[in-house]
């Protein structure tokens, strides 16, 4: 019973660069998020994937960031030209279903991205 | 919109002793509220949750939290500390279907 992973762990990279981060959810997980975690503050709410359905971009911070989800599966968040102000750490969460009252998240260990 | 706060930015406790990390939050509505764990180089792991029902709620590890609502608070406790339990503790209310508002954690620290 694999977690949830993500990868790279950590990556540096030089302010303009674009990068990609994965994330693989927990098998069957029809739900996952992409949270932002900046020191000293709580989680970020960057997008939301359900299923088949539209997904929710409302916390995505700028047209830089983008996110996808292939096949119901893996999701992908990239950053392009990426800033300073960008250098987090970048969360992945799963859940059974929609519902958070009754599915509870279940995290990745994240990415920490470092833009110099 | 709703909102959680976590007063603490650091708890210290001596090992053994009771510990109590503090959750305040203001929602519309009913309230659904969670604790979350974040031990060093790991994910966040859900530790538990008020949903309805009785106001003592049962989680992981030994820990608990009181469902307050005339004070509104959501306070997670423990009546004995482990060294082990040092971590980043995260509170965070229910925005909506899928979405949860989370505090800025209190990291404890337990001393043997």
């Known amino acids: 019973g694999a977690g949830v992973s993500q990868s790279p762990s950590n990556k540096v990279t030089e302010k303009g660069k674009d990068v990609e981060l994965r994330c693989d959810p927990i098998?069957?997980?029809?739900?996952l998020y992409w949270y932002r975690q900046s020191l000293g503050q709580g989680l970020e709410f960057l997008i939301y994937?359900?299923?088949?359905?539209?997904?929710?971009k409302s916390g995505l911070p700028s047209d830089r960031f983008s996110a996808e989800r292939t096949g119901g599966s893996v999701s992908t968040l990239t950053i392009q030209r990426t800033q300073q102000e960008d250098s987090a750490v970048y969360l992945c969460?799963?859940?059974?279903?929609?519902?958070?009252?009754?599915?509870?998240?279940?995290f990745g260990p994240g990415t920490r991205l470092t833009v110099l | 919109a709703q909102s959680v706060a976590q007063p603490e930015d650091q708890v210290n406790v001596a090992e053994g002793n009771p510990l109590t990390v503090k959750c305040t939050y203001s929602?519309?509505?009913?309230?659904?509220l969670f604790w979350y764990v974040q031990y060093p180089n790991r994910g966040l792991q859900f530790l538990l949750k008020?949903?309805?029902?009785d106001n003592l709620v049962k989680g992981s590890y030994g820990f608990e939290a009181e469902f307050n609502k005339s004070q509104t608070s959501f306070h997670l406790k423990k009546p004995s500390a482990l060294v082990s339990d040092s971590a980043l503790y995260f509170c965070?209310?229910?925005?909506?279907?899928?979405?949860?508002?989370w505090g800025a954690g209190t990291k404890l620290i337990i001393k043997p």
């Open positions: 994937f359900q299923g088949n359905s539209a997904p929710d």
């Open positions: 965070a209310v229910r925005e909506s279907n899928y979405q949860l508002i």
């Open positions: 098998s069957g997980h029809t739900a």
């Open positions: 929602v519309s509505g009913n309230p659904y």
């Open positions: 008020y949903i309805t029902g």
């Open positions: 969460a799963s859940s059974l279903a929609r519902d958070i009252r009754y599915n509870e998240q279940f």
